[in-house]
Nanobody, 121 residues
């Protein structure tokens, strides 16, 4: 399995920005679609964004135009630039291997600890 370590979360005011990073381990990282996911308190985990090995991207509707996913296969990292943050973006954010068709997570990856993002004034 590919394993991930997320970082970059924190407390930010509404309208602010954060950049999350995800470091992957495992030689096969570069061949997989990778996604960002989030889980808010009391809610199910949801897909946020996904990126193919050659940089094609897709986003859930609620973050389109505000979030940007990117990856560096050489460095085995996936980033999520989050702008115009809203209180409803508050959640623990995770990355994992993803299905391009559904953006659902794959069992080829292992969940990390995630990174907390809190949007509040």
């Amino acid at each position: 399995q590919v394993q991930f370590v997320e970082s970059g979360g924190g407390l930010v005011q509404p309208g602010g920005s954060l950049r999350l990073s995800c470091a992957a381990s495992g030689s096969s990282f570069s061949i997989y679609v990778t996604g960002w996911y989030r889980q808010a308190p009391g809610k199910q985990r949801e897909s946020v964004a996904a990126i193919t090995t050659n940089g094609m991207t897709k986003y859930t509707d609620s973050v389109k135009g505000r979030f940007t996913i990117s990856r560096d296969n050489a460095k085995k990292t996936v980033n999520l630039q989050m702008n115009s943050l809203k209180p409803e973006d508050t959640a623990v954010y995770y990355c994992n291997i993803a299905s391009w068709a559904t953006m659902e997570p794959s069992t080829r990856g292992a969940w990390g600890q995630g990174t907390q993002v809190t949007v509040s004034s």
